[in-house]
Every structure is written in C-alpha cells, then in structure tokens.
C-alpha cells in the first residue's frame, strides 16, 4: 500500500486538502458531520499517521504528555477552581523532567475516543493524563488497545480497571469523614450537592455519604441528593425549591469548592444564616476559602500536589523507571472554618 498523505485522503473523501487537516486538528465546527465522518472512515481504513510522527521515530519519544478533556459543558473548566492548581502541578512535574505539556478537548462527547487514537496514532505524544472518568470510561479501551501509557486522575470504577495506573484522595474515605463531622453536630437532614452521577468522583463522594448514614441508621433520602453539573444559577435553583417544597435540611455536604461558593451565597440569599441555620462542608482546593463570609469548612485536597504526582508517575512509567499499574493516594486535611456548627432550630 502506498504511503499515505493528506492529498491522497482528500481525493479518496472527495474534499480539500484543508478540510481533511480540519478534521486532524480537531477544528469540526468547520466540517459537516456528514464529511466529517467520511474523512475520519479514510483515515482509520488507511491507517493514516501524520508526517510529524516520523520525527519522533529516531528516539521513540517526543517528551510530550497529553491531557485531554473529554466533551465538558463550556463552563465547567472556567468555573471549577479544581484545574489552576492541578495543571500548576502537573507543570512543575514537565519543566523539571524536560518534558512539553498538550492540553486539548474534543468539540463533541462522541468525538472523545476519535481524538485519543488520533493523537495516538500520530505519535506525537508518549502518553496521556486522563481527566474527568466516568465509570466503565470507553477512554482507557482505547488506550489500552495502543498500549500507552497513561495516568487517571482518580481511581477508576468498572469491570476490570485492575490494569490502570491513578493518583487520587481516597473519596469514599474522605466523605465518610466529613459527613461523620457533620453526624458529630448532630445534623441527620444533610444535603449532598455534586456533579452527575456517571462520574466516579461523584459516585465514590456519594458511597461515602450514604455510609456514614447508613452506620447511623439514618435512611438516605434521594430528595437530598442533588447532583449538577457546575452551573451556578442550578444551585440557587435546586436549594430553592428545596425550600419551597419544605424539605427540612440543616447541612449540606458539597463535593466542590466552587459548588459550596454557589451554595454559601444561595443560602444566604434565601435568608439562611450560616451556620446558626445550616452547616455547609466543602471541598477546599484553593487558598480562597480563608476569605469567604463566613470562612468555609471542609476537606482540603492539595490539588497542586495531585497534578505534580500524576504528572510524575506517568513520565516515570514512560521512562520505565516504575512498571504499572500503580495506584497511589494522597492524603486530604481537615479545616475548621466557620462555616458548620451544630444542628440549629431551623434545622
């Protein structure tokens, strides 16, 4: 089979040189989903690898790590306060290894797996963090199928992840904690606030949540369960109705620093004094905390720790300095703020 070039795939697809670039490069808001799809059966049939790739064939390695976003919704990168630290982290990991960071996204939640095997196959990457997983991830049967490696930033769920490497908190164990706090106070009516359900973040928060209540003998009530994503007028709009429909809550246990921010001002804007009425207990991933009114309580992950360590174990595992899967846990503080004390009148 002849070597194949961008011009050859474009005769093939019956497209432009600069529509089939388009489509490597991710730019899909410029192709019709109809071409789009045409172009991309091509260059899986043909097995097409970029020429950048052959530049990195002299030494098997580019010294380039990938992070890759999957389909997110177009705040949620803007609004968490998770990444600053995180991709501080990880940098710090590159610089000091001499290593190039690629941070990317896909335009489309069907795009993801299209955008890991093109990076993939064209070499121009030695391996690959993963961000945001959801539990049975179709991410890591792709990068299995390549063989590269690649970290979790969390420890996945599903069938068999036995073969994955990951740096995380331990979640469940954490939660279980905080949530034994709030017990402590002698809250029973606690709301949990998260993201969706399909991620393992959420999931592994909420097995520890529902432990905690369990061991009290206190039934979990799905009414308490909210779980959004990061959009701040939903949180306003979910612990209203909350209010409207009458459903006592006393605390709320909040599974993101941005999210307990969004909380601690839509409580107070529905006349809810913190703490003397409702606790709320965070996650603290910033040094802001400090200055919220009141100053928030929770658990506090050292997202910068957590970005330099992932970053680390997966140079170290494409390096062959460590063989896989590795899995490692952080550990994760308690901060007394102000913002949880004992259960009130209202509550």
Known sequence: MPMMTIAEIARLAGVSKATVSNVLNGRVDQVSPKTRARVERIIKEYGYVPKRAARSLKSNR???????????PANLIANTFFFPGFLSGVARACEEASYQLLITTSARSC?????????VRSQ?????????????????????EFRIPFVSIGKPEGEDVSWMSWV??????????????????????????????????????LA?????????????????????????????????????????????????????????????????????DVSILGNIETDNYRFYVPQLSGIRVRT??????????LIDLIEGKVQGPVGKYLEADFVEGCSIGPRGERG
């Open 62 to 72: 580019t010294r380039t790590i990938a992070l890759l976003f999957p389909h997110l």
């Open 111 to 119: 795009d993801t797996e299209f955008h890991y095997e093109a990076l």
């Open 124 to 144: 121009s990457v030695d391996g690959f963090i993963v961000s945001e997983i959801f539990v049975n991830d179709p991410r890591f049967g792709v990068l299995r």
């Open 168 to 205: 995380d908190h331990n979640q469940e164990e954490v939660s279980y904690n905080a949530v034994q706090r709030l017990l402590e106070l002698g809250h029973r009516d606690i709301v949990f606030l998260g993201l969706s359900r399909g991620r393992v973040y959420t999931m592994q928060r």
């Open 208 to 276: 520890g949540y529902s432990k905690a209540l369990k061991e009290r003998g206190i039934p979990l009530r799905e009414e308490l369960i909210l779980t959004e994503e990061i959009e701040k007028d939903k949180v306003a709009e979910k612990l209203g109705k909350l209010k409207e429909q009458g459903i006592a809550f006393s605390a709320l246990f909040v599974i993101a620093e941005s999210l307990a921010l969004s909380a601690l001002r839509a409580l107070q804007d529905l006349g809810f004094r913190i703490p003397q």
């Open 304 to 313: 910068e720790d957590l970005g330099y360590e992932t970053a680390r174990l």
